[in-house]
């Protein structure tokens, strides 16, 4: 190589190094005045800048300038021929003339290029709403939900709202069985005492019913929510279903032979945690029985174990088998039954106390034909317990049922 070529060589080196040296100072200097909050002085350093002409652009927009908001979009889609929001831009400035089917393409090549512009997928979502296309805006809701984890607390409200619409509902329902990660967040939401509503529950947990695509616990907390809200008949419509569904009967009392592990949830048994109480079920020949074992601790004065039953108005008839053993409480363990909401007793059985062998027993009750949709069978503390009682020993129960009484 001789040496002029060598010469010439270094000098376009070093005119290399100068330019990319200059351009990366250009690079710190527009950030460093976009760090300080001034996008113009950021654009003088580096004329192409994206995040600048952004910024511009989003100050013109809020005043309404948008001729200049125009000027600076097509700059940007000129240094950034890929970037999205610079459709979005432009999408405004069409929507402010009124050019509602250019906009509309525009925003949809901005949510295509940009998915995480969530001004577009808004746009779009509420668009495809006005038109009834439930399943477009969706897809739209579903992006911006997946992408921005902090718009859930503003569109969870939203999409309960519209969920009490029995198509829209359908169509989240739908967007649900694709499992995206805020499924359980709007189930949650649907079934909530407080932010939720039961019309829009009702709607979209039977569009993921329809669909087979409830699992049991959802099934569970939305049996739950009904009977909460004082539904007793609904919830008992889909408790019951499944079990129909099986061509397995269910009596007034179901489960009361304790042959299955009991649901804890729905027209069950419930077991539910009582300090100094422990609770199970045990084998009884080809049946169950429950063992309810006191540790002489302070007991509540709440149930040990509860069962909801759906009765209709009329005179019934409670039977049980039981034994104690050495059981010590001041005023006993006994079954109660009430109305739900109501403390006043319609059966209260005799209190068990003391050591006594297997044997049967009786009592009747009557449910009023008024403020009793759905009633409570209770294992408690007989009489009114207070703070409650100190309570040792074993019970066992077995062959539990209710019967109609005919007149």
Same mark, same amino acid.
């Given at each position: 190589?001789?040496?002029?070529?060598?010469?010439? #060589?270094?000098?376009?080196?070093?005119?290399?190094?100068?330019?990319?040296?200059?351009?990366?100072?250009?690079?710190?200097?527009?950030?460093?005045?976009?760090?300080?909050?001034?996008?113009?002085?950021?654009?003088?350093?580096?004329?192409?800048?994206?995040?600048?002409?952004?910024?511009?652009?989003?100050? /013109?927009?809020?005043?309404?300038?948008?001729? *200049?908001?125009?000027?600076?979009? *097509? =700059?940007?889609?000129?240094?950034? $021929?890929?970037?999205? =929001?610079?459709?979005?831009?432009?999408?405004?400035?069409?929507?402010?003339?009124?050019?509602?089917?250019?906009?509309? *393409?525009?925003?949809?090549? &901005?949510?295509?290029?940009?998915?995480?512009?969530?001004?577009?997928?808004?746009?779009?979502?509420?668009?495809?709403?006005?038109?009834?296309?439930?399943?477009?805006?969706?897809?739209?809701?579903?992006?911006?939900?997946?992408?921005?984890?902090?718009?859930? &607390?503003?569109?969870?409200?939203?999409?309960?709202?519209?969920?009490?619409?029995?198509?829209?509902?359908?169509?989240?329902? +739908?967007?649900?069985?694709?499992?995206?990660?805020?499924?359980?967040?709007?189930?949650?939401?649907?079934?909530?005492?407080?932010?939720?509503?039961?019309?829009?529950?009702?709607?979209?947990?039977?569009?993921?019913?329809?669909?087979?695509? #409830?699992?049991?616990?959802?099934?569970?907390?939305?049996?739950?929510?009904?009977?909460?809200?004082?539904?007793?008949?609904?919830? @008992?419509?889909?408790?019951?279903? %499944?079990?129909?569904?099986?061509? =397995?009967? #269910?009596?007034?009392?179901?489960?009361?032979?304790?042959?299955?592990?009991?649901?804890?949830?729905? @027209?069950?048994?419930?077991? %539910? %945690?009582?300090?100094?109480?422990?609770?199970?079920?045990?084998?009884?020949?080809?049946?169950?029985?429950?063992?309810?074992?006191?540790?002489?601790?302070?007991?509540?004065?709440?149930?040990?174990?509860?069962?909801?039953?759906?009765?209709?108005?009329? +005179?019934?008839?409670?039977?049980?088998?039981? /034994?104690?053993?050495?059981?010590?409480?001041?005023?006993?363990?006994?079954?109660?039954?009430?109305?739900?909401?109501?403390?006043?007793?319609?059966?209260?059985?005799?209190?068990?106390?003391?050591?006594?062998?297997?044997?049967?027993?009786?009592?009747?009750?009557?449910? $009023?034909?008024?403020?009793?949709?759905?009633?409570?069978?209770?294992?408690?503390?007989?009489?009114?317990?207070?703070?409650?009682?100190?309570?040792?020993?074993?019970?066992?129960?077995?062959?539990?049922?209710?019967? +109609?009484?005919? +007149?």
């Amino acid at each position: 190589m001789s040496r002029i070529v060598r010469v010439a #060589l270094l000098l376009a080196i070093v005119a290399l190094m100068l330019v990319s040296a200059y351009t990366i100072l250009a690079f710190m200097r527009s950030d460093a005045a976009l760090d300080r909050g001034d996008p113009a002085a950021a654009l003088r350093a580096r004329p192409d800048n994206p995040e600048a002409l952004m910024q511009l652009a989003d100050e /013109r927009l809020a005043v309404g300038d948008m001729p *200049k908001v125009e000027v600076l979009a *097509k =700059r940007l889609l000129a240094s950034s $021929p890929a970037e999205g =929001r610079g459709y979005r831009l432009l999408a405004q400035v069409s929507e402010s003339r009124g050019e509602y089917a250019r906009a509309e *393409k525009l925003y949809a090549i &901005a949510a295509q290029r940009a998915p995480r512009d969530l001004q577009a997928r808004a746009w779009l979502a509420q668009r495809a709403l006005a038109a009834g296309n439930y399943p477009l805006a969706l897809q739209h809701i579903d992006q911006v939900l997946r992408t921005s984890p902090g718009s859930h &607390a503003r569109l969870f409200p939203v999409l309960i709202q519209f969920s009490q619409d029995v198509d829209f509902a359908d169509a989240v329902a +739908k967007a649900m069985t694709s499992h995206p990660e805020w499924r359980e967040g709007l189930l949650s939401a649907l079934l909530d005492p407080v932010t939720g509503n039961p019309l829009a529950a009702d709607h979209v947990l039977a569009g993921l019913q329809r669909r087979r695509d #409830l699992d049991a616990v959802t099934t569970q907390a939305w049996i739950e929510a009904l009977m909460h809200q004082g539904r007793w008949g609904s919830a @008992f419509a889909r408790w019951a279903g %499944p079990h129909v569904a099986s061509g =397995r009967a #269910l009596p007034l009392l179901f489960n009361g032979d304790f042959t299955s592990t009991p649901e804890g949830s729905g @027209f069950d048994w419930r077991l %539910p %945690p009582v300090a100094g109480v422990l609770v199970a079920i045990e084998p009884n020949g080809s049946a169950g029985m429950l063992h309810v074992r006191f540790l002489g601790r302070r007991v509540s004065g709440g149930p040990v174990v509860s069962h909801a039953l759906m009765l209709t108005p009329g +005179k019934y008839r409670l039977t049980w088998r039981e /034994r104690i053993d050495a059981m010590r409480a001041g005023i006993g363990v006994a079954w109660r039954i009430s109305c739900d909401g109501q403390s006043q007793s319609l059966l209260e059985a005799e209190p068990s106390n003391g050591t006594r062998p297997w044997r049967d027993q009786t009592s009747t009750f009557t449910v $009023p034909a008024d403020r009793c949709g759905g009633q409570w069978l209770e294992l408690t503390g007989s009489g009114n317990a207070g703070a409650g009682q100190i309570v040792s020993g074993d019970l066992w129960y077995s062959d539990m049922g209710l019967t +109609k009484v005919m +007149k």
